[in-house]
């Protein structure tokens, strides 16, 4: 099951240059596209809102 962002995110841009697969797209709230994600956690580990999670 992919990853998603929740609205705790604050757009810092941590977790972009540790998705291996370019899965997290930039915006007023960051988003995980799921037909890419494979599941990893590298973004969640690297969160430092703790806002990305299993969905």
């Known amino acids: 099951m992919a990853y998603v962002i ?3 995110c604050v757009a810092c841009g941590t977790c972009i240059d540790e ?3 370019g899965a997290i797209s930039e915006g ?3 988003s ?3 037909d890419l994600c494979i599941d990893c956690g590298s973004c969640a ?3 430092p ?7």
């Open 28 to 30: 007023a709230q960051y």
């Open 6 to 8: 929740s609205e705790d």
């Open 45 to 47: 580990s690297v969160c």
């Open 32 to 34: 995980i596209n799921p």
């Open 19 to 21: 998705c291996p697969q």
């Open 49 to 55: 809102s703790e806002a990305i999670h299993e969905g």
